[in-house]
């Protein structure tokens, strides 16, 4: 049983460690480490995505700015509480990582695929340049009755047949992880760069039809504290 929902979330991405390894949290005497990862895009542009990983994987020395490594784990979430409340927040898991010497073997740096059930209605829009898109929250079952909530984005045809999508189906996604800067303007004035991550959805599959019964559409609150 285990397995099959290990199965329900894999992520495979390479790139260049750009930050230092920084202490994260402790589960059960277990201690946890993140970095962040540059994985390129065929656009020459790259994707600058959060790792966690455990202190019993790796001497977290190794990992020092400019290796390139490929991490295999998963895609997870986990709610941060703050003064202004509660923020959805996104991280690579990694259950293996190695090391590559060379750069140029990177056939596809960044793959995932999920197998969750939409669990907010999706929502259809256009964007300035007149794209089609549709956002999507996927709830992804993990072992000890949890879940990640991972927020997913369609285009084109995709995103016009996942617009009839409803609350409760059982959907298969293919794509990557892509992170995307935007701007937040506080009460005061001020305006905030940010970065958001999220699957860019490129293959999809109804699984199965559910009923908003079966999962209710809600806020994101009740899901893992803990990567």
């Not at 409340?85 to 060379?102: P, Q, Y």
């Not at 999920?114 to 709830?139: H, Q, S, W």
């Not at 005061?188 to 958001?196: F, H, R, S």
Request: net charge negative.
């Amino acid at each position: 049983m285990v397995g099959n929902i290990i199965e329900n979330n894999m992520v495979t991405i390479s790139g260049t460690i750009v930050s230092n390894v920084e202490f994260s949290h402790e589960v059960y005497g277990e201690g946890f480490y993140y970095f962040m990862l540059d994985v390129p895009r065929l656009s020459d542009s790259n994707d600058r995505i959060p790792v966690t990983i455990s202190e019993r994987l790796i001497v977290k020395q190794k990992l020092e700015i400019g290796k390139v490594v490929e991490v295999e784990g998963q895609f997870r979430s986990y709610n941060s509480y703050t003064n202004e409340g509660s923020k959805l927040l996104l991280t690579v898991f990694a259950r293996e990582i190695n090391f590559i010497e060379d750069e140029k073997k990177i056939k596809n740096p960044n793959q995932v695929f999920l197998n969750g059930f939409i669990c907010k209605r999706p929502v259809y829009r256009m964007t300035p340049f007149g794209r089609e898109i549709t956002d999507i929250l996927l709830a992804v079952n993990r072992p000890y009755n949890k879940s990640d909530y991972i927020p997913c984005i369609a285009w084109g045809r995709n995103a016009r047949y996942s617009e009839c999508l409803n609350v409760g189906d059982n959907v298969k996604v293919w794509g990557r992880i892509q992170s995307r800067e935007y701007q937040k303007k506080l009460d005061t004035g001020e305006v905030l760069t940010k970065v958001a991550y999220e699957v860019s959805i490129s293959k999809m599959e109804v699984i199965s039809k559910g009923s908003s019964d079966e999962v209710q559409e809600h806020e994101v609150i009740n899901h893992s504290e803990t990567v």
